[in-house]
């Protein structure tokens, strides 16, 4: 998983999103034409768990399950998310 800046901007959901929301961006493999907007994504990391809805697509994401996080829901997961930028995370939809 990777984190963005979307502070005040619309993700492809149609939504405005700051960057201290709980959301997820998916790759485009998962996003589905946006069939997944709203959806609840289950996010697992290092023994935290955080439960996100699907605000975004991400057409840069790595590889077919990779996800991009807001600032808010990465910190969560990770306090040291900035110097690690990219965590490895286990995910699903609920």
Not at 39 to 47: A, C, E, F, I, L
Not at 63 to 86: F, T
Request: glycine share 14%; hydrophobic share 35%; with cysteine.
């Amino acid at each position: 998983a990777t984190y963005y800046d979307h502070d005040g901007g619309y993700g492809s959901c149609g939504w405005e999103l700051q960057n201290s929301d709980f959301i997820v961006a998916l790759g485009e493999a998962h996003y589905d034409d946006g069939s997944h907007c709203g959806d609840t994504v289950r996010v697992q990391y290092n023994g935290q768990t955080i439960f996100v809805p699907v605000a975004d697509l991400c057409p840069g994401c790595q590889g077919d399950n990779g996800i991009d996080l807001s600032e808010g829901a990465m910190a969560a997961l990770d306090e040291n998310y900035v110097d690690d930028g990219v965590i490895t995370v286990k995910w699903a939809f609920e």
